[in-house]
């Protein structure tokens, strides 16, 4: 039992109306990658907000043993200075302070209360060094991407003299390879340093790929735990304790009933909002006819959401060009108000940041976009717009007790179901969706497809940005490709793989490092 650095014994924690945790079990040993899977909604996010003091001492029931003595945190300083750090989906840097002072704000390393900018700079380096980040510790966090944000992160928790790392949903925004980078910094720590890692991920064959036991939480309950080399760790497996039933198809079964042409992009240029000679679209044409759900792949910094953003009135870029045509006539867009009068809806990747007002209620996110349905004479009626929120919220399958819930208190899966229900409810003809299942469980993930593909049953087009290839294979009729700005490739689905997707990106970027 010495090797055991982590019990946490029979969690049970309450919220008004949910029981979030209902006697959990979980045993890590040091040294070890322990993953936890499960649902949006299981529990998993605040299990870890448990033990990391989130969810103070009191505020629950059961037990929390680390290092072999019982522990009682009663805030996220408590166990930070036990070498426990937590790193949330959501990562918590300032943008307009540098990477040195991200990394020691609340660490600051000061010598009689003064700030010793030296010393930080030093030690940022250090830390940033051991992580491969290859960056000025003076350089602002704003200007450099989500991975190097993610280094940033878990340099910071180093510097913390972590022992046991949490990270929730870490590579939700990374691509792939960066992804890998991360899962083999945290091998190599277990190996080098002997740091523990528990991580959060839906992204199932990252977990097989870098842990060592897997435990699996069903509706607050921990249901069983999987080890390496003894039990099946592949992603089938994993599902079925995920979700109490084998999955055998990931993907709905559609018939297409292909239409007439719904929304044409022709010579379709954006430049950056900022650095306004730099294009990031640059002469695209693309269409989706009624019916159909086009994908659009490639890596990230391709342009396919600044493309989307861009046609849903105006709403990202300068310097915009092209024509644009719905239904075979010209359509001029300035705003998005005019995107979405004309029938055009856009589900942004960012549902948080963009997409929903977490601190408003289900209702009122579902029905924001087009407040004139639920209105007489410009005058709110209350009542409709309670029972339009509910009719969605069945539909949707949106696991609250009532639609007056905060969206912020609903999980992920349940935030990204208001997301695309705020959509629905604006009854458009175009829906442009920009990575719809991003930190989505599989099971949430299943009943987002049947949404979409009941949606180009009514005669709607879906366009649809996803960086899972599976799952552009898997929902398009056809797939577009791009890279750097420009479209490189069109197939329908039936003639792609995700080989001949890549040897495009690939085969495209060589050519322009020739150039």
Known sequence: MDNIILKMNNITKLFPGVKALDKVNIEVKKGEIHALCGENGAGKSTLMNVLSGIYPYGTYEGDIVYEGKECRFKNIKDSEREGIVIIHQE??????????????????????????????????????????????????????????QQLVEIAKALAKNVKLLILDEPTSSLNESDAKKLLDLLIDFKKTKGITSIIISHKLNEISYCADKITIIRDGQSIETLVKGVDELSEARIIKGMVGREMTNRFPVRESHVGDTALEIKNWTVYHPLYTDRKVVDNVSINIRKGEVVGIAGLVGAGRTELAMSVFGRAYGTHISGELY?????????????????????????????????????????????????????????????????????????????????????????????LVGKWIFAAPDVLILDEPTRGVDVGAKYEIYQIINQL????????????????????????????????????????????????????????EIGA
């Not at 055009?344 to 963009?354: F, N, P, Q, S």
């Not at 349905?373 to 609250?400: C, H, Y």
């Not at 490189?488 to 793989?497: F, G, N, S």
């Open 91 to 148: 990562l918590a840097l300032v943008p307009y302070l540098s990477i040195a002072e991200n990394m020691f704000l609340g660490n600051e390393q000061a010598t009689h209360g003064v700030i010793d900018w030296d010393k930080t700079n030093q030690k940022a380096a250090e830390y940033m060094k051991i992580v491969g980040l290859n960056e000025n510790p003076s350089t602002l966090i704003k200007d450099i991407g989500m991975g190097k």
């Open 326 to 418: 719905k239904d075979g006539k010209p359509l001029a867009l300035r705003s998005i108000s005019q995107a979405i009068d004309a029938g055009l809806a856009y589900v942004t990747e960012d549902r948080k940041g963009d997409g929903l007002v977490l601190s408003d209620s289900i209702k009122h996110n579902l029905t924001m976009a087009r407040p004139a349905f639920i209105s007489t004479r410009g005058v709110l009626d209350a009542d409709l717009e309670t029972q339009r929120a509910r009719i969605l919220r069945e539909q949707l399958g949106i696991k609250a007790p009532t639609v007056e819930q905060l969206v912020g208190n609903l999980s992920g899966g349940n935030q990204q179901k208001v």
């Open 456 to 511: 180009v049953a009514e005669g709607k087009a879906v366009l649809m940005i996803s960086s899972e290839l599976p799952e552009l294979l898997g929902m398009s009729d056809r797939i577009y490709v791009m890279n750097e700005g420009r479209l490189i490739a069109e197939m329908p689905t039936k003639e792609a793989t995700q080989e001949i997707i890549m040897g495009h990106i690939m085969q495209d970027s060589k050519g």
